[in-house]
């Protein structure tokens, strides 16, 4: 059982730090650092925790809204779940993101956003983007920029969202274990694909998103 046991620590530990080498350079903390970009992608999570706020979605959309007002990014895709009723992040966080004064029309959503991948591959095959800045704290950032390096994207960058001090942050990082080996076995063994791709989505100020006002 040792055995078994010290095995399993090395190959979390291996994934782990294979993901952090591999995009930590591409990852930046602070406004004037992040290299302009046309287009932000941020990554969905949920808007509440129960009846709570979730401080990493409100953190994700106050780093989304900065950069934009910095003239760091120009236009925003929003990237999250809408595969149930009653449940639409992408709205979510396209409202949120109005009420801190980034303009409709400046901002795409993006429906099909189920994983991280999804997330990451559909900005570049769907949405026109080769070099994009990836908003969400950092230990998200490092998988979702490892996984756009190893689809091609080698100049997408990540700005890290505030990392909110909340007591389970511990589950947190025990999940990105988890996730980081599954996102190797993704790019690495299995080639996984997003569930749905679809026609290319134009972004510019000649192509507002459909769901802006007119």
Not at 54 to 60: A, G, I, P, Q
Not at 136 to 160: I, K, P, T, W
Request: glycine share 6%; charged share 25%.
């Amino acid at each position: 059982m040792l055995f078994i046991l010290i095995h399993i620590l090395l190959v979390a530990a291996g994934a782990y730090f294979f993901v952090y080498f591999f995009s930590h350079k591409q990852c930046f903390s602070s406004l004037e650092s992040v290299p302009n970009r046309k287009c932000g992608l941020v990554l969905g999570t949920a808007p509440k925790v129960g009846i709570r706020d979730n401080l990493y979605f409100t953190t994700r959309m106050e780093a989304a809204s900065a950069l934009y007002k910095e003239g760091k990014i120009h236009f925003l895709v929003v990237s999250g779940d809408n595969a149930r009723a009653g449940y639409n992040e992408p709205a979510e966080m396209k409202k949120a993101l109005i009420r801190a004064g980034v303009p409709a029309e400046k901002i795409y959503c993006d429906y099909a956003g189920f994983r991280t991948l999804d997330s990451v591959v559909r900005a570049g095959k769907v949405f026109g983007q080769e070099e994009f800045t990836i908003i969400s704290q950092r230990f998200h950032n490092e998988r979702a920029v490892y996984l756009a390096r190893r689809h091609g994207m080698l100049d997408v960058v990540a700005y890290d969202a505030e990392m909110p001090k909340v007591a389970s942050r511990w589950k947190l990082y025990l999940r990105e274990v988890g996730a980081r080996i599954m996102a190797i076995l993704d790019v690495e063994m299995f080639k996984t694909e997003p569930r749905f791709l679809g026609p290319e989505v134009r972004i510019s100020e000649s192509a507002p998103p459909v769901d802006a006002p007119h």
